[in-house]
């Protein structure tokens, strides 16, 4: 079956450093790849996403690009901002069952001023 | 503004009671779903919806029901059965754009039972 796998967490940056959250997948057929953040108490927000191989979905200065040949799709910033804190979800939706996410556990970031 | 409404927020039940949580939208989409949220276990889908009148059980459904009897709304029962109730639960739709589903979320109900 589909699966997601997140570099676990939790990650603690100073602001204004560089952020990699690594995601890659195992699916069925071709997936479309998503990420979302979800801030405390919060529900879910669409950070970005991307449909086909190569794409690169980017968001409020975050990016990630579709790697079919590594089944990548990791999460990049250059710059963090506290603002960032929050947990990040990589997730998939594939095949016969495209409206259904598969979605990894989340990694807890942490950005300190 | 369109988006996701759940309700209430916080819920406190006791052991060996049902309990509905309220999820509607006015997005005019046609899917909705319903997930479990775990500390370090992310996401787990118990029920979906993608037509008024019919739904599917999704990876952990014992325990729990729904209704889809207008496009709005989609109530989930956590009932008596399920041995663990206690959990965030997250209500989403979604919609066919640019290429593919995006799903979206409401603010999530938590749910403790004692």
């Known amino acids: 079956g589909d699966s997601v796998t997140q570099m676990e967490g939790p990650v603690t940056l100073s602001e204004e450093a560089f952020l990699t959250i690594n995601c890659t997948y195992t699916a069925t057929g071709y997936p479309s790849l998503f990420w979302y953040v979800q801030y405390p108490g919060e529900g879910l927000q669409l950070l970005l996403k991307a449909t086909k191989a190569d794409d690169k979905g980017s968001n409020k200065g975050f990016e990630a690009t579709y790697r079919k040949e590594t089944t990548s799709f990791h999460l990049e910033k250059g710059s963090v901002q506290v603002s960032d804190s929050a947990v990040y979800f990589c997730?998939?939706?594939?095949?016969?069952?495209?409206?259904?996410?598969?979605f990894g556990k989340g990694t807890l970031l942490t950005v300190n001023p | 503004d369109g988006g996701i409404t759940q309700s209430p927020k916080y819920l406190f039940r006791k052991e060996g009671q049902n309990v509905t949580l309220s999820c509607e939208q006015n997005l005019n989409h046609d899917a909705m779903y319903w997930y479990r949220q775990d500390p370090g276990q992310g996401l787990r889908l118990i029920y979906y919806?993608?037509?008024?009148?019919?739904?599917q059980k999704g990876d952990i459904a014992e325990g729990y029901s729904v209704s889809r009897e207008k496009k709005e709304s989609f109530p989930l029962t956590v009932t008596s059965a399920q041995k663990n109730p206690t959990a965030f639960y997250l209500c989403?739709?979604?919609?066919?754009?640019?290429?593919?589903?995006?799903?979206?979320f409401g603010p999530g109900t938590r749910l403790t039972v004692t």
């Open positions: 919806s993608q037509i008024v009148n019919d739904f």
């Open positions: 989403a739709s979604s919609i066919y754009r640019r290429g593919g589903y995006e799903q979206y």
């Open positions: 997730a998939l939706t594939s095949g016969g069952s495209n409206y259904k996410l598969t």
